[in-house]
């Protein structure tokens, strides 16, 4: 429809649109974990003569009444598509900018052709316009509707349910189509009563088990921002952000901080981890089925006390990327005051926990299934899970699930089995894993401020520095041939108690020479091949008679 007869505010629009003065603004979206910006909004404005705005409040009602909402929706699509283009060709690529439908706009028989047209235009791909529709426009002409909703979401074009919470047929939508994002409406955020917390969060963990992604807008204050992050909700937008502006100003803005915006791997990476449902009483089991196309067993019981972290890994270095109150709460059991004391652990390649931490991670990296450790720190036993659930160049996303045993029962057993251990671990002088596949050893006990050789460069250098200053001369290629990776396997298969062992003097730090018993064992439970070389001191009075041996036999001899 034209602009002829219309009065005011309608009849002024085709002027104002042909000189220019309807002009899109836009609003950036912002991802909650990273704070970088994954795409814009992009929203009317209507500029008088004398350069004072007109409320969209005021303008696009009276547009509405008199059938020329659809020019304006068009044109500031038109805009979306001339500043993705421009930013695609100064290297500073947006990832997505969203335009709203009216629903008018679904009465055009030319709409799905005329949004088309307008990208190929501009060289716009499909899946970087997200067509942001409200629920009100399916109450109407249902027939009409359905048949350009699977045309534009056939055609890969992104679909964003707008102000989804605000109507009276939210839930039926959802189960009538499929959206790319769900828009909550500010209307959650303006109190935040405990229970309009408690709403907004089972909607977004609700999304979530739909597989759809989840933005919350009409964000203002730094208490509703951690909110959104705590409850997993993967986008904010608001004033707390960025109130919109024009492209000159956002253009200055991603001058001023070009690392701002959203790479396409990263909004690939970060699409993938927000999938991950915080609040899913187990989000590890729910993420790993969603992903396989399963089902949730609803039978299922968990002990889940919100301990959940997200840890980036790169080589040899954890980072914290997020972590939620429950886990935060178990790393002070552990003794650490923040996460960045834990993270500095993990790093520490010398470290007990990172010893566990590498080991859990690296099974995860190479199974793509929940991979579990349990272990003791400081009279506390826990339960370590942990979960592959993206990568990119050069860092892999792990999520992590920290327990404690928090029954009487399991607190007592838990208690028995650090008693044990601390006992157990006494009785030895070295305890050294091996993953001969890889060559790699780590040690994870040692008496007596042994000194550390698993730090050299490679296994068959820590080996022989080891031998050279801890094993007798006379045994030190007996023992060699002993540590040999090539063969171990083979010989401990071969043995009739599935573990190899032999005797070698050797002095382990004291001034007298010893007898010392050396045992290789296959681990069966590790995902790959895995051994534990322990080594322990032979009493005094076996001592005596070894030495009687080795003299009379000379098969004894090294």
């Known amino acids: 429809m034209d602009c002829e007869g219309k009065t005011n505010l309608a009849g002024s629009f085709c002027e104002t649109l042909e000189d220019g003065r309807i002009r899109a603004f836009f609003q950036p979206v912002f991802r909650s974990l990273t704070q970088q910006i994954m795409s814009l909004e992009a929203l009317a404005r209507w ?40 930013f695609r060709r100064r290297g500073t690529p947006v990832q997505g900018v969203s335009v709203n439908l009216s629903r008018l706009d679904f009465e055009q028989e030319n709409l799905f052709e005329t949004v088309c047209e307008t990208l190929e235009r501009y060289s716009v791909p499909r899946e970087a ?19 350009i909703f699977l045309r534009f979401s056939e055609a890969g074009f992104h679909i964003w349910l707008d102000d989804f919470g605000s109507g009276y047929s939210s839930l039926n939508v959802l189960q009538n189509y499929t959206f790319d994002v769900i828009k909550f409406d500010m209307l959650f955020l303006r109190k935040l009563s405990a229970r309009g917390r408690e709403m907004l969060a089972s909607l977004i963990s609700m999304a979530k088990t739909l597989g759809i992604h989840t933005l919350t807008e009409g ?30 100003n956002l253009v200055e803005w991603v001058d001023r901080e070009p690392g701002i915006l959203e790479s396409m791997e ?70 650490f005051t923040s996460v960045g004391g834990l993270e500095h652990a993990l790093s520490n390649q010398r470290s007990y926990q990172y010893l566990i931490i590498q080991k859990l991670v690296l099974d995860a990296l190479r199974s793509r299934k929940i ?24 860092k892999a996303m792990i999520v992590m699930r920290l327990n404690t045993f928090d029954s009487e029962k399991e607190i007592k057993t838990a208690q028995e089995m650090l008693n044990n251990g601390s006992a157990l671990m006494s009785t030895y002088d070295l305890i050294v894993m091996i993953w001969s596949d890889r060559k790699v050893v780590k040690r994870i006990y040692a008496a007596n401020n042994l000194a550390s050789y698993d730090r050299e460069a490679t296994v068959e250098i820590a080996l022989k520095k080891f031998c050279e200053t801890e094993v007798e001369p006379a045994f030190r290629q007996s023992y060699m041939q002993f540590m040999d990776f090539e063969t171990m396997e083979e010989r401990i298969e071969k043995s009739p108690d599935k573990f190899i ?19 290789v064992t296959r681990l069966p439970a590790a995902t790959e091949k895995t051994f534990m070389l322990t080594v322990q001191r032979v009493q005094d009075n076996l001592s005596y008679w070894i030495d009687k041996i080795a003299g009379s036999w000379p098969e004894m001899q090294p």
Do not use: H
């Not at 008088?48 to 068009?74: C, H, R, T, W, Y």
């Not at 003791?376 to 370590?384: I, N, P, Q």
């Not at 062992?501 to 045992?519: C, E, G, H, I, P």
């Open 219 to 248: 964000v203002e204050t730094e208490e509703q921002r951690v909110f959104l992050l705590e409850t997993g909700c993967e986008a904010q937008q608001g004033f707390y952000y960025s109130r919109p502006i024009s492209r000159e």
């Open 501 to 519: 062992q032999d005797v070698f003097r050797m002095r382990l730090n004291r001034d007298k020479s010893n007898w010392y018993t050396a045992r």
């Open 129 to 147: 316009i997200k067509l942001e529709i409200t629920e009100s426009i399916m109450l109407e002409d249902i027939e009409s509707f359905e048949k």
């Open 47 to 86: 500029y008088q003569p004398d350069g004072s705005m007109i409320s969209p409040a005021d303008f696009i009602p009276v547009l509405e009444q008199n059938g020329l909402v659809f020019k304006l929706d068009m044109e500031i699509l038109r805009q979306a598509c001339v500043l993705y283009d421009e």
């Open 266 to 335: 990263d909004a690939e990476y970060w699409d993938r981890i927000g999938r991950l449902n915080f609040v899913n009483p187990n989000p590890l089991k729910d993420f790993v089925e969603r992903q396989n196309g399963g089902v949730i067993n609803s039978a299922y019981v968990s002990s889940f006390d919100g301990s959940v972290a997200l840890v980036e890994c790169g080589k040899e270095q954890f980072s914290y990327i997020y972590a939620t109150n429950g886990y935060r709460e178990r790393i002070r059991e552990l003794g």
């Open 371 to 394: 991979e579990t450790v349990e272990f003791a720190y400081k009279d506390v036993y826990f339960r370590l899970s942990a979960l592959f659930i993206a990568r990119r160049l050069g």
